[in-house]
């Protein structure tokens, strides 16, 4: 039975060590002082550890059922829901006057990703609600936000977000779903939804869909699309639910994994909805919810390698298989543990560096989010949108890889479904999948976001890294261990994108045909300026002679590993990318 | 519902127009012509496709029953089973006098691919029938083949493999199980195994377990272990059934995949058993069998590979989603097929370039294993000593890989259960733990085959590249394309074997950390080298105005995108292994 601790420590070392973050000044931060953060942190941990994490093997064995309509989540799903509920957990960050507790979006996500790591499936349940109370924040009239928003950051009622039909996902333009004009002013959606995670279940009084559809008569394609507000049960002018509205669950797939997250068919006929934002805008509306849950999918990826991690470590230290070549470390017994061999320490040390530096690139784009949002901050907003499509792709690309790395760290008992390693991986393997499968996430950073405000974003990234390197340039300590092979890894960042502006005016598939390697590499540069900063908030800290030396020096090495074992991966990416669109595109459709 | 063609026109391809087989003097390959194998082929594609796949998705969803011991199997596959053995398919390559058909291994593996691609849980009964024949052929008294190797060449009665117990897998000299000489001979064998792979069913008459266990006052670990036959029901004088044996199923595991296969715990309760081999020699008895099973998985790598790429390409062909950046290709239709997004011919592409390439190298390996066995060729012994831990792990990890790539094709339709491609992934992913986890490989690889007589092996491949290289230097349609790339490659491979040699000696671990990417980077030299000699037979095909013109630019095209896309993925994997030991070794197992 696999079992997880919260990484307190790591947080707040990335926190306070490197971010520093209540001495910045981004609204809010603060207050962000080392106690409070760990107070925090340690109380999420805790119920991560006692609460969520026991259900997961419970979610992924039971999963959800239906029957006449009702879905019902798995044996102590509710129970635990009623006490993160009880406990002020579900809306840390949302406005205090609806009923949030207006914490910076740094501590969200790294709450979510402790939560996320013990039980993946049922975070699900808040996360939706989150992204969904999110869109109304964002778009909704003061009306609509009173109505929904406080029960919505109690989870007293849940939300979620339905884009997908049978016939189109990506390519949303296809989309069906209609929404017809009433007299007052509400609309009659009827249509039909796929893959809606959470979309009916037996934890919340209500339960608020936000739909995309179509208004008659409107623009053909993706630009005729708007948002709805379309509640399970109405809610009447008092604030109580009135009659059950035209939606419901149709089907329960059956997943490869999140077992314990309803994902259903919904089936809209005739359901009252509500205009969410502007006629024909609702992708502008969606895209702030899509945005916000790209980030919480990156996280997952995270979250799944540490807690895949953690178990593997421990299994590593405790059994006893083959000798250290280099002369038994555990004579008295019977053979030594995995963890002395030199292939293991391989495996477990490819998932630490990426699970470490993962979680500081996810803490920084969330300062950037904060910064971004709370500060008003144009150039911060430039890097988030930039980076979004890289931390959703790459960090759960990378983030299954390691939950594989860790099960095969098992051998045999890996596969057994009992161990719990197998979760680990079935769970994590969504992640590459949905809010966008990494391919087109791929294609938004290449295709948009890349040569945005002509090509602004990554051209202050750049200049981000290189002020980095000048202001440590006469760091003899970071020097040949960090800062040559971040110089050397953003060079190739540089090269690539270099070579897209070069052939993709001329051929937008020179560019297209690289652009997945180019996520992948971005993503190895954001992971190396991170480990550059951390080794250097270590060495720092070593020299204050304050705090856990021994910390700060696992983290220079298991740095040094990242950038000697993993980074190097760039150069190959960049030649996969320069051989342009060719190999990609010449063989012809029939001749596959 | 996914589907499954045998790829026979790619099989006849390397057969004949890259191996050449019914040319070389191979004993027993004279008789490989076109109309022979395509005959073998076609039929045993013809049962893949209407037998065996309709049941792979049932052996998923039923998987296996225990009860009062005994096991059934999934709804359909006994009477597949039947049709199979009533087939004479079970035991091509198995001598005549015992009822196989002496065809060469080259034939059993081709066959074999089919048949794991259709149904790898199915297949695994039969494949382990013959592994356990195999090894009974090899080590087996006269009276002991005679016995048991007709009814195991029918498959009238299947075979295991025991040699797993709780708390040792890899590390086999802590094993426990006994075995107590007794006056007439037998032995008395006790104790317990796991993940015992087709240990108990209900689709024969009997089971011959094979069984490594320790007789008590032989040496000290592995050099003390012995291999045993141990049949289900004793074989009687007459060759009839006679009384049950000490042994049973005590549980089925619940795994990832392969549900269609009755993975066991097998308890030894004072079971009779019969010495295979010599006394405390078992390891050595077993090794026939592992080597041949480590090909074996191999090949279910590249199998799975293969029939999750088809079917992702038929989605790819006919899903609409999205358009053409450069122009509509279907401007009728409401959108595009997914095939025209350069992205999604990447993926497409890594997977048919892998499944191609590997397939050639599965099969040239084969070659190799006929020249050694056959043809009594040391150096042919040699080279498959080399490259055996290659093809069981780096097959596997890329098979693996690229299921995950054909899963992601469909993208949310891909983690749902019905449409298939979730259980080619779950069904992959123990090739990569079974049979030696690859870890375990790369150490065998590194440790054990690279320097083993000297470094001889690994000098005669180098001498085949070269060879290779040199026979065609002036070969124009290949410089660029293949040659200079595989010259490349085969550089860095050899100087990450130089780096070993200069280091290894010194700290072993200086090898072992590079271990598992030092596999990698050889298999891919070895399938740059294929897809040299394919892009070769191509091009003569094409200048001979010969056969299929088309097919054969498919597979010159196929090939540069292997050259240019996959094959830099060596020189990252150099410089990985010539970071040394260090980064892998420096920090403290605390500290992890």
Redesign the interface.
Known sequence: MPSYTAPTKDMQFILHDVLKVSQTDTPGYAELEPDFTGAVLEEAGKIASEVLAPLNAVGDTEGCTLENGVVRTPTGFKEAFDQVRDGGWTALDLPEEYGGQNMPYIIYTAVGEISSAANQAFTMYQGLTHGAASAILAHGSEDQKSTYLPKMASCEWTGTMNL?EP?????LG?MRTKAEPQADGSFKISGQK??ISSGEHDMADNIIHLVLAKIPGGPEGIKGVSLFIVPKFIVKEDGTLGERNGVSCGKL?????IHGNSTCVMNYDEATGYLLGEEHKGMRAMFTMMNEARIGVGMQGVAQADVAYQNA?AYA?DR???RD??GAKNPDG??DPL?V?????????DQ?SFVEGARAFLLWGSQMIDQSHRGKDAAAEGIVSLLTPIIKGFLTDEG?DMT?RA??VY??H?????WGM?QF??DA??A???EG???VQ??DLV?RKLPQDGGKHVMAFFEMVKAFLKDNEGNEALKADFLDPLKAASKDLQQAAMFFMQNGMK???AA??G??DFMHLFGHVCLGLMWAQMAKAAHEGIEAGEGDT??Y??KI??G??YM??RL??T??HL??IE?G?E???????E??
Chains 1, 2 share one sequence.
């Open positions: 997908t016939h189109c996902g990506t390519d296809l796929i893959f797939e059956e997943k490869m994994g470590l230290k006893l298989q083959g070549v280099t019977p053979a963890i061999h030199p292939d293991i320490r391989r495996a477990l040390l630490k299954f594989i099960q095969q051998g045999g890996g596969y057994i479904e009992e197998s991986a079935r393997r969504i590459m999948i949905y499968a990494n391919g791929a294609l295709g051929n937008p598939n297209l045909a652009s997945y021994r910390f020096q696992s090495k298991t040094r590993y000697k074992r190097p991966a150069a190959m030649a996969r051989s669109a190999p990609v595109m010449e063989l012809e459709d001749l596959f």
